[in-house]
């Protein structure tokens, strides 16, 4: 499997929508017992800083550009009211390929504004802030019948969620990235949302929880 994420490091990003996923299926967090982890590169439409929402300064390793999808396994698309009020064109190209060479996209909240702006939600189920909100910003959006009112969801190939639906976010991209043994994707989204690791009742070796 290829080896690298992208991360879109977008101007005003939510601080609070892809860090869960990037910790989590990263080569660098060698705390859980993973089946493979991937090398997390942020991209930006330049390589000059970016401000995210909560006022956290990111450096993108490469632009636009600068994306390899021969070693793509994903290409993730954070929230950010940037989308309202701009349109990343640059964009286009890289998620169309993406599309076409069949390498999932990852997109929450106002990244789910951008795919459904340029036609890419119109035939895949999804989810986002309402199907208002996204007629309302993307006037060409014609998906209105695929949206779904749940916190994320995974459908050909593209994996989208709703601001608060986090946890579900990572967890798709999780599953799609095959990165945890068997039976811990389970546990660990039942431990985050009860918000109490035990870890008495988690057996690392086996990536599920005891009996």
């Not at 929402?53 to 070693?71: C, K, M």
């Amino acid at each position: 499997m290829k080896g690298s994420v992208y991360l879109f490091a977008c101007p005003a990003f939510a601080d609070w929508e892809p860090p869960l996923a990037v910790s989590m299926i990263s080569d660098t967090n060698k705390t859980f017992p993973k089946k493979r982890s991937y090398r997390v590169i942020a991209f930006g439409l330049s390589k000059g800083p970016v401000t995210s929402l909560g006022g956290i300064t990111v450096l993108p390793d490469v632009d636009v550009g600068g994306v390899d999808l021969a070693d793509a396994a994903m290409v993730i698309l954070p929230g950010s009211s940037y989308y309202e009020n701009h349109d990343p064109v640059e964009l286009v190209p890289l998620i169309r390929e993406c599309v076409r060479q069949k390498i999932t996209v990852a997109a929450i909240c106002g990244g789910t504004l951008f795919l459904a702006r340029h036609g890419f939600l119109d035939d895949v189920r999804h989810t986002s802030c309402g199907p208002e909100w996204l007629k309302e910003h993307a006037p060409d959006y014609r998906g209105e019948t695929q949206y779904v009112h749940v916190p994320s969801v995974a459908d050909g190939g593209i994996i989208t969620a709703n601001p608060f639906g986090f946890v579900e976010f990572a967890a798709e991209i999780i599953r799609t990235l095959d990165v945890f043994l068997p039976g811990f994707l389970e546990f660990w989204v039942r431990t985050i949302k009860t918000g109490y690791l035990n870890v008495d009742s988690a057996d690392p070796t086996a990536g599920k929880m005891k009996e």
